[in-house]
């Protein structure tokens, strides 16, 4: 590979893990001059981020790639990409805008396990001037766009999301961020909910559980999120107005429509359920050349996150008989 290095856009992959290492394989598809920087201390991480490196074909002739050790050389970026375990990421991002200069930030949900870490966050930025997003994807599919196109701001919506074993703690997130998207509002409030025994998550050190959730706009619009662990239900997301109504089953990437305008006949069409490899391609150049992109800021995704955590710490708390001050899900 050549030594290049091109004097703008830079760009640090902070944790080259499982989405880590894809958001890394999205970066090598822009099509602009780019550098990369890939910082993780775990071996494993960066063998992976190798092997994903080679599934990838790129323009050699402009991006170059570089595995850093530390920053005593490098430490000015246009954007940084943060993809660690969430109860690491307040005490990193400290640590970064003390040791580094850059503009731009994305974050992995879940973001912080604490508001009050949350909260600071938004404050360190602000004073440092940092423009930030945390990765909530599903907004920036291109079915999900298409979707919302059609959507008249001013109908109320019902969204209802249900299936199986769809790991509700970690991915409520996604379906709390994504209705915010449809009804333009990130205040809503969750009226009710229900959660069962919390049990130890596939990754170490994190807890999953399944229930329910029941939410409201203050305009109205309703939402559901529903998982039910004994099922092996594919994940649904039905969306209806008093015009139309569409059910997405995400694991098929499929989804049927139907309107008043067609007089209510079903059709079937695809719904593509975008990869983060692909996603970050287009959210890397939006952010080099507009220093904006199509997630969420942080600030309004602090208003989800407090809702959430509200609700999810003092279960696991309750069920765990602990006393903690950390939400521990991923």
Same mark, same amino acid.
């Given at each position: 590979?050549?030594?290049?290095?091109?004097?703008?856009?830079?760009?640090?992959?902070?944790?080259?893990?499982?989405?880590?290492?894809?958001?890394?394989?999205?970066?090598?598809?822009?099509?602009?001059?780019?550098? =990369?920087?890939?910082? +993780?201390?775990?071996?494993?991480? #960066?063998?992976?981020? &190798?092997? !994903? @490196?080679?599934?990838? *074909? %790129? /323009?050699?002739?402009?991006?170059?790639?570089?595995?850093?050790?530390?920053?005593?050389?490098?430490?000015?970026?246009?954007?940084?990409?943060?993809?660690?375990?969430?109860?690491?990421?307040?005490?990193?991002?400290?640590?970064?805008?003390?040791?580094?200069?850059?503009?731009?930030?994305?974050?992995?949900?879940?973001?912080?396990?604490?508001?009050?870490?949350?909260?600071?966050?938004?404050?360190?930025?602000?004073?440092?001037?940092?423009?930030?997003?945390?990765?909530?994807?599903?907004?920036?599919?291109?079915?999900?766009?298409?979707?919302?196109?059609?959507?008249?701001?001013?109908?109320?919506?019902?969204?209802?999301?249900?299936?199986?074993?769809?790991?509700?703690?970690?991915?409520? =997130?996604?379906?709390? +961020?994504?209705?915010?998207?449809? #009804?333009?509002?990130? &205040?809503? !409030? @969750?009226?009710?909910? *229900? %959660? /069962?025994?919390?049990?130890?998550?596939?990754?170490?050190?994190?807890?999953?559980?399944?229930?329910?959730?029941?939410?409201?706009?203050?305009?109205?619009?309703?939402?559901?999120?529903?998982?039910?662990?004994?099922?092996?239900?594919?994940?649904?997301?039905?969306?209806?107005?008093?015009?139309?109504?569409?059910?997405?089953?995400?694991?098929?990437?499929?989804?049927?429509?139907?309107?008043?305008?067609?007089?209510?006949?079903?059709?079937?069409?695809?719904?593509?359920?975008?990869?983060?490899?692909?996603?970050?391609?287009?959210?890397?150049?939006?952010?080099?050349?507009?220093?904006?992109?199509?997630?969420?800021?942080?600030?309004?995704?602090?208003?989800?996150?407090?809702?959430?955590?509200?609700?999810?710490?003092?279960?696991?708390?309750?069920?765990?008989?602990?006393?903690?001050?950390?939400?521990?899900?991923?």
């Amino acid at each position: 590979m050549k030594n290049l290095y091109h004097k703008n856009n830079n760009i640090l992959i902070y944790g080259c893990g499982n989405v880590g290492s894809r958001h890394l394989q999205g970066a090598l598809k822009s099509k602009y001059n780019i550098n =990369i920087f890939i910082y +993780d201390k775990k071996e494993i991480s #960066i063998k992976l981020a &190798k092997q !994903r @490196i080679s599934e990838v *074909n %790129f /323009n050699k002739n402009k991006i170059s790639i570089k595995f850093l050790k530390d920053f005593k050389f490098h430490n000015n970026f246009n954007l940084v990409i943060l993809s660690t375990p969430a109860y690491k990421i307040f005490f990193i991002l400290k640590k970064m805008i003390f040791e580094l200069n850059f503009k731009n930030l994305i974050i992995e949900k879940i973001a912080f396990q604490s508001n009050q870490e949350f909260n600071k966050s938004i404050k360190l930025l602000k004073q440092n001037n940092i423009n930030a997003w945390v990765n909530c994807a599903n907004r920036t599919f291109n079915s999900y766009k298409k979707l919302k196109k059609i959507i008249n701001k001013d109908d109320l919506i019902t969204m209802i999301v249900s299936g199986g074993k769809m790991n509700f703690a970690s991915n409520l =997130i996604h379906y709390l +961020d994504l209705f915010s998207y449809f #009804i333009y509002d990130s &205040k809503f !409030r @969750i009226l009710l909910q *229900n %959660f /069962n025994k919390p049990f130890k998550s596939k990754r170490k050190n994190y807890y999953e559980f399944d229930g329910y959730i029941i939410a409201l706009s203050s305009k109205g619009d309703h939402l559901l999120v529903n998982s039910d662990i004994n099922s092996s239900r594919p994940v649904t997301v039905d969306i209806s107005t008093r015009n139309f109504n569409i059910s997405i089953i995400e694991p098929l990437s499929k989804a049927y429509y139907m309107s008043e305008k067609n007089k209510w006949k079903i059709k079937e069409m695809n719904f593509i359920i975008e990869n983060q490899s692909d996603l970050t391609k287009f959210l890397t150049e939006s952010i080099l050349k507009k220093n904006e992109c199509d997630l969420i800021d942080v600030n309004s995704s602090f208003e989800i996150n407090r809702m959430m955590l509200d609700i999810f710490l003092p279960h696991l708390n309750q069920s765990l008989n602990k006393n903690l001050n950390y939400c521990q899900i991923t």
